[in-house]
């Protein structure tokens, strides 16, 4: 009976800690959240059917040269992940801006709503104007979703009015934001926070 007993106990542990691990069916495994704390060699052992593209850019509205990898390229579940140096090991920012397997552990995902963003911050957001590098920037003003490492970025559903265009953020009545349907276009994680 013990050894039952203990038999049964070590399947039970072992069940539980093999949940626990990123599989590729499970949110864990797109999470942008363990992307962000990974290096380049982790990355590549944990992801082996993903292409990958390597370069440096010029990233922060042209200011900051970094290297990056391109996670996935030219498919809709293109990773842009960018390092803090070109050894590759810390990341400093991981993002995306389309395809359905990304998402980040808060439950902000592209396509959701200002009215769910929201909700998920627990106080409504501001957004800053469109037409330039950080265009639909979301400021969460106290809430929730404040103090983590998450840059949502939304884009209108609907023709932009000349005022809302600029680097502030915009002035409106929930009535112009409920026109302009906000959605969530790209998020990123910012690991240098």
Same mark, same amino acid.
């Given at each position: 009976m013990?050894?039952?007993?203990?038999?049964?106990?070590?399947?039970?542990?072992a069940a539980c800690n093999s949940s626990k691990k990123a599989t590729s069916g499970s949110n864990a495994y797109y999470s942008m959240e363990?992307?962000?704390?990974?290096?380049? /060699?982790?990355?590549r052992k944990t992801y082996p059917d993903a292409s990958f593209k390597n370069g440096v850019g010029i990233?922060?509205?042209?200011t900051v040269e970094r290297p990056y990898t391109i996670l996935y390229p030219e498919t809709p579940?293109?990773?842009?992940?960018?390092?803090?140096?070109? /050894?590759?090991?810390?990341?400093?920012?991981?993002?995306?801006?389309?395809g359905s397997k990304w998402s980040s552990n808060t439950g902000v995902k592209i396509g959701t709503s200002l009215e769910e963003l929201n909700k998920l911050n627990g106080k409504p957001v501001s957004v800053y104007g469109f037409g330039w590098d950080y265009s639909?920037?979301? *400021?969460?003003?106290?809430?929730?979703?404040?103090n983590n490492k998450l840059g949502v970025f939304l884009a209108a559903n609907a023709?932009?009015? /000349?005022?809302?265009?600029?680097?502030?953020?915009?002035?409106?009545?929930?009535?112009?934001?409920?026109?302009? *349907?906000?959605?969530?276009?790209?998020i990123m994680i910012l690991n240098s926070k």
């Open positions: 013990r050894k039952i007993f203990l038999v049964l106990s070590m399947l039970i542990v363990n992307i962000a704390e990974m290096s380049l /060699d982790q990355i990233f922060e509205e042209g579940d293109q990773l842009l992940i960018t390092w803090q140096n070109e /050894d590759r090991i810390k990341v400093y920012s991981v993002k995306y801006s389309e639909g920037a979301v *400021d969460w003003n106290g809430g929730k979703l404040e023709d932009i009015p /000349d005022q809302f265009y600029g680097d502030s953020i915009i002035e409106a009545s929930p009535e112009e934001l409920k026109a302009l *349907d906000l959605k969530v276009g790209s």
